[in-house]
């Protein structure tokens, strides 16, 4: 029995031995070159290649990697980045983008023309044998023809169009890869202000600073990127202080964090809704969506979830789309149980009914918000009950199928109002509520074309009065974003689409 | 003879799970084209990446071309990572081999001391005291045991860092200080569990004529117990250490996303919501070959 003992001792002591010496995770060196930050995420990225990643969770990481010809700015204006200069012509139907000398790429490599006219032929699906995992951007459908010359010494690209779209500026923002670089979703090659260092998958991805970036240059010489599996388990490493910065807190874990953590509140540029299939009863009824939009008390959910930040909305465009959102209509529907109530009655509907919400599990802030407005349903008869669904099972169900009464989500975009939109076209494989508003068509059509800005936010601003005087869902909020940032960091910026930007981001001395 | 019997009894289990694996995903809402390509997803580019997939042949076929490969060695390739699923094992594989090895020997160098001891003096205050600390060990559950600790040692006392992991690769020594937390809630209802079995199958040879036969001897109480006891309680113990620890090989899945350790467990789970069919078939197939070889090696003969 002794032996036992002293073995039990001994694993014991060989236990509090290792505990010592247990590495930190920070090199010093690095802190004297401008620091190493790591940043927690809790989606794995799901393709390195830029023209082939789809979530936004990883679109928000490979910003700091590739640039398109131009980029978002913090103010959501599209600064020229690989590009120099761009011109619209006055049809809508030529752009002419002037390239920037000497942009390397990570390599070493010089950017040519030839890598600008390859990926956006990759990016419009016009190669020869497209890659299927590509994701072909569908607005570039209207490209007829890319081609690169020379205006001096300068290197020039021009895209022609076949038919007028003054909006197709936003999609530049497609990323400049090599030509014909095979290991893009390996070895990612871009021309960003970091550059691909390694990938684990389900744990994290390195970058560095790119020192012949084009740009200025980032202040942070490392950034790790830590995959966590959930917003719970990020949590625990916040705490124990091995994540300098993480985006999604909810609101109790700001509340818990704010001694330890600055804690910045920005916006998530998302339009967050309870979306109703309109082809499906009793959604088919304009009164019972009405009812539905009176039932729900918005200045609650943002209250319940942000804490009070958050902006409510009452359309399909988000609060930080600059000029394009119409802000008049987050009140169209004034919280009012009685309204409410009395449509549900001339509808056929006096007590109440049941339906169904479908909400990926994945999501805790949806499905948190599910709970809200299932107790704000009941006050007015009816049931909700959540159904919650994997991602995949959303996919394929809900957003492929249309299969659900109604779902919760929140919906991102490239930083074109038509892309925002493009979820309630008529016969579109994307509308996934099936609204259908031949005014709404006319209008999204005719706005994609026009080219004065006044009258195009005019017609952007009658879409979205379309859309909530047809209350084709409840349009809930933007919500906000609250994010953990290390006391010794600076910079940290938001911008109107989703993307954290580490070059900004620096430490105090 | 007898182990071929077993070793064919196995194959058939194995191939038979395999198969039901490869079924379960026909039946599962969601497919790995639709995963891989998301919102953005066109009818036609879909179509394409189906094709690409393979996910467009009849299933059958699709199970035939994946035994083969297997059969040769090859795994095919992950749908979602796109690298071979032997190369995604061995990048997590070692961290739940070495979490698995660190249990087990915990579970050992908890469970026998302390099965001895309350043996020794049974319905003694430490027996009663110990049966029931240990009934609470039995009934707790891995990943609660995992928060307590990542909270209690992790972020109230700072033993460690909860969401620190290293791969083995990037420090075997970091890898292994951290492991001992994982491996503690893991160990700790398991090795209450054993303790209880020791126990008892020792208190049950207690009573038998050889025992009597030897204490006649004049050999102390301690001797008979370490000498004559232990080796014919054995036998019993190890088909039950067998069992856990098959349990562990397979089961570590909760405490690993609990402590975020890069292993097996996690990657099945991700894969499994990625549709990530041919990584899950690999995961499926070690886990069936280990729970079978080592169940069928512990059987008592």
Partial sequence: ?509 | MKWIRKGAAVLIAVLALSFVTFLAFQVLPGDPAMMKLGTNATPEALEALREEMGLNDPMIVRYGRWLGGVLKGDFGESLHYKMPVSELLWQVLPNTLLLAGMSILMILVIAFPLGLLYARFPGSAVDRTGAVVNQTMMAVPAFFLGLVISVVLGLWLKVFMPGAFVSYDEGLGACLAYLIFPALAIAIPKAAMTVRFLRSALLTERSKDYVRTARSKGLTEGKVLMLHMLPNALPGVRTFIGVIVSEIIAGSIVVEQVFGVNGLGRLLVRSISNRDYNVVQAIVLYIGIVVLLVNSSAETE
């Fill in chain 1, 1 to 509: 029995m002794k032996k036992f003992f002293a073995c039990f001792l001994l694993l014991v002591s060989a236990m509090t031995a290792l505990c010592a010496c247990k590495g930190g995770t920070k090199d010093p060196e690095d802190e004297l070159k401008g620091g190493a930050v790591v940043i927690g995420i809790t989606q794995d990225l799901d393709s390195l290649d830029p023209h082939k990643a789809v979530a936004a969770g990883t679109r928000e990481v490979l910003y700091n990697i590739f640039e398109g010809l131009v980029k978002p700015d913090k103010d959501g204006k599209l600064v020229p980045a690989v590009a120099e200069s761009y011109e619209i012509s006055a049809d809508g139907k030529t752009y002419t983008f002037v390239l920037r000398d000497g942009v390397k790429f990570h390599n070493g490599e010089t950017v040519t023309a030839d890598d600008v006219v390859y990926s956006l032929n990759r990016c419009a699906g016009r190669l020869e044998n497209p890659d299927p995992e590509v994701q072909v951007v569908a607005a570039f459908s209207v490209i007829s023809d890319i081609t690169a010359s020379k205006n001096g010494d300068k290197d020039v690209v021009t895209v022609t169009l076949a038919s007028p779209n003054t909006e197709l500026i936003g999609y530049f923002t497609c990323n400049i890869v090599p030509k014909n670089y095979a290991d893009q979703a390996k070895s990612p090659v871009g021309t960003g202000p970091f550059k691909f260092v390694s990938y684990k998958p389900m744990d994290s991805l390195v970058m560095e600073r790119f020192e012949d970036y084009h740009g200025e240059k980032a202040h942070l010489a490392k950034v790790t990127f830590s995959i966590s599996e959930s917003a719970d388990a990020a949590f625990l490493k916040l705490q124990a202080g091995n994540i300098d910065i993480f985006p999604y807190l909810t609101v109790d874990q700001a509340e818990q964090l704010k001694d330890q953590f600055n804690i910045e509140v920005g916006s998530m540029s998302l339009v967050q809704g309870l979306f109703l299939n309109n082809a499906r009863k009793p959604f088919d009824d304009i009164r019972v969506r009405q009812a539905v939009n009176y039932a729900v008390d918005k200045a609650e959910v943002l209250q319940m979830l942000n804490g009070g930040y958050g902006t409510a909305i009452g359309s399909g465009v988000y609060s930080t789309f600059g000029l394009y959102y119409d802000g008049g209509l987050a009140n169209l529907y004034a919280h009012d149980e009685a309204k409410a109530k009395e449509l549900l009655a001339a509808a056929g509907y006096a007590d109440g009914f049941t339906f169904t919400v479908k909400v990926p599990s994945n999501y805790t802030y949806h499905v948190q918000t599910a709970e809200v407005l299932a107790n704000q349903l009941k006050k007015v008869g009816i049931t909700m009950k959540i159904e919650l669904i994997e991602w995949a099972s959303w996919l394929s169900d809900v957003y492929k199928g249309h299969d659900c009464d109604a779902t919760i989500i929140g919906l991102d975009s490239q930083l074109a109002p038509s892309d925002i939109l493009k979820y309630y076209v008529g016969g579109s494989t994307k509308n996934f509520i099936n609204y259908t508003s031949d005014e709404f068509d006319r209008i999204y059509k005719e706005a994609q074309a026009t080219v004065d800005t006044n009258a195009k936010v005019e017609l952007y601003h009658q879409l979205q009065a379309c859309l909530a005087n047809d209350a084709a869902s409840v349009f809930l909020q933007s919500p906000s974003l609250m994010v953990a940032v290390n006391k010794k960091l600076a910079g940290y910026t938001f911008y109107p689409v989703y993307v954290q930007d580490m070059a900004s981001v620096y430490f105090k001395d």
